[in-house]
């Protein structure tokens, strides 16, 4: 079974541009999670997505959104990049999301994003 | 609010047993998590907690305090390859959110 996959792997954009970067979660799982990590502040909860919804959100900008497609694909888009905005982009995917239960969350190897 | 305290970085050596602690304030608490992270690769699961106790699995064993909000990770025969970084996760009861702590860097030195 493939995992999941994340594309680019690297990028390198510039002040004020705007990116999108996507994720195919493993096959038959519904729920995605976004992340970013940096070094000072570790993994940071972006927003996870579950039937094509947002089910919840971190606490990062407007310019940060993101959307789940009907095959379980997702995107996300950092619009008006900043500097602070460089980081390691994670996406993790899990079977089921139901609130309350455990689930185990499968991280995809990240984008990383430069902003110069 | 919330908050989830590990060690930045410990070393210990190959054979040795080594515990990284894992203290948490959250709103609410739904299980916590441990994650392996190799230095440029993605956090591989490592355990789950939801109940107070231990849970092992071959070298790694979990331990959660709900009461005492504090969970440890256990490693015993270290080896080589476990030197990487420790991501504890706690989720929060009232939202449902995976929050992660910054890690702990392990070094195992021969």
């Known amino acids: 079974k493939a995992g999941v996959t994340q594309t680019p792997r690297y990028l390198i954009k510039t002040r004020g541009q705007q990116v999108t970067l996507s994720c195919s979660p493993i096959?038959?799982?519904?729920?995605v999670s976004w992340y970013q990590q940096t070094p000072g502040q570790g993994l940071q909860f972006l927003f996870e997505?579950?039937?094509?919804?947002?089910?919840n959100k971190g606490n990062f900008p407007g310019r940060f959104s993101g959307r789940q497609f009907s095959n379980s694909r997702s995107e996300m888009n950092v619009s008006t990049l900043e500097l602070g905005d460089s980081a390691l982009y994670l996406c993790?995917?899990?079977?089921?999301?139901?609130?309350?239960?455990?689930?185990?969350?499968?991280f995809g190897p990240g984008t990383r994003l430069t902003v110069t | 609010g919330q908050n989830i305290d590990q060690p930045t970085e410990m070393t210990a050596t190959e054979g040795a047993i080594v515990q990284i602690n894992c203290t948490y304030q959250t709103s609410g608490f739904n299980g916590l998590f441990w994650y392996q992270q190799h230095a440029g690769e993605a956090p591989t699961f490592l355990s789950y907690n939801v109940l107070d106790g231990l849970e092992e699995k071959g070298r790694f064993s979990s331990f959660l305090s709900r009461s005492k909000g504090y969970s440890y990770l256990l490693l015993k025969e270290l080896q080589m390859k476990d030197s990487a970084s420790y991501l504890c996760?706690?989720?929060?009861?009232?939202?449902?959110?995976?929050?992660f702590g910054t890690g702990t860097r392990l070094q195992v030195f021969p």
């Open positions: 997505y579950f039937s094509e919804t947002q089910r």
């Open positions: 993790a995917s899990s079977l089921v999301a139901r609130r309350g239960g455990y689930y185990e969350q499968y």
């Open positions: 096959s038959g799982h519904r729920s």
């Open positions: 996760a706690v989720r929060e009861g009232d939202t449902d959110k995976l929050i």
